[in-house]
């Protein structure tokens, strides 16, 4: 049992690169989200999956593309990278029972530096 | 507007001090809340949610409804617990993925 899987933990990427950052979970968990993390800003959700096909924005969208084919995968899409998405990426995955929120557990993360 | 607000950007205390970390959060109806820390370049960790009311690593958080308010508190702080500290709010009774973090507390424990 893994938990919340990402790849790769570090990246280098020029202005204009697009790039897919992987999270991966072995726990048949419903959702799945993806924040990012910078110095003085907490973390700020980007996008959300409550299952497979169904995919909703958080609060940082902009730039940035994902999908859920499947329960395990989430991958998070940098269509053309920028500098301002210089930050840590962090995966989690999580399910609900009984109303309450259970087993929210977060990847190791992705740091990405865009040049 | 749903909001985490941890007024404290940075504390320091000496080993053996007393911690309160400071979380207020503004939501309509009924929260879960959460503290999540995260020591040096590590994941995220849970470390306390009110519905459970645990006592973890001698850190404990009171929601208190009146005040809006889940500061996370510790009698006697350690080294060890220098870190990054994360008060998050899950506005829709459930996780559905979509939890609301505060800017965050680096707490400090000097010998």
């Known amino acids: 049992n893994a938990g919340v899987t990402q790849t790769p933990k570090f990246q280098v990427l020029k202005t204009g690169q697009s790039m897919t950052l992987q999270c991966a979970q072995d726990?048949?968990?419903?959702?799945m989200s993806w924040y990012r993390q910078d110095p003085g800003m907490g973390l700020r959700l980007i996008h959300y999956s409550v299952g497979a096909g169904i995919t909703d924005q958080g609060e940082v969208p902009n730039g940035y593309n994902v999908s859920r084919s499947t329960t395990e995968d989430f991958p998070l899409r940098l269509l053309s990278a920028a500098p301002s998405q210089t930050s840590v990426y962090f995966c989690?995955?999580?399910?609900?029972?009984?109303?309450?929120?259970?087993?929210?557990?977060f990847g190791s993360g992705t740091r990405l530096t865009v040049v | 507007a749903q909001r985490v607000t941890q007024p404290e950007k940075l504390l320091s205390v000496f080993k053996g001090a007393p911690v309160e970390l400071k979380c207020n959060y503004s939501?309509?109806?009924?929260?879960?809340l959460f503290w999540y820390v995260q020591y040096s370049r590590q994941r995220l960790q849970l470390l306390l949610r009110?519905?459970s009311r645990e006592s973890i690593k001698g850190f404990t958080a009171d929601l208190n409804k009146g005040e809006t308010s889940f500061h996370l508190k510790k009698p006697f702080a350690q080294e060890e617990d220098s870190a990054m500290y994360y008060c998050a709010l899950s506005p829709y009774g459930g996780s559905q993925g979509n939890l609301i973090f505060g800017k965050g507390t680096k707490l400090s424990v000097k010998p």
């Open positions: 939501y309509s109806g009924s929260p879960e």
């Open positions: 989690a995955s999580s399910y609900e029972q009984g109303g309450d929120p259970y087993g929210y557990t």
């Open positions: 009110h519905i």
């Open positions: 726990m048949n968990h419903e959702y």
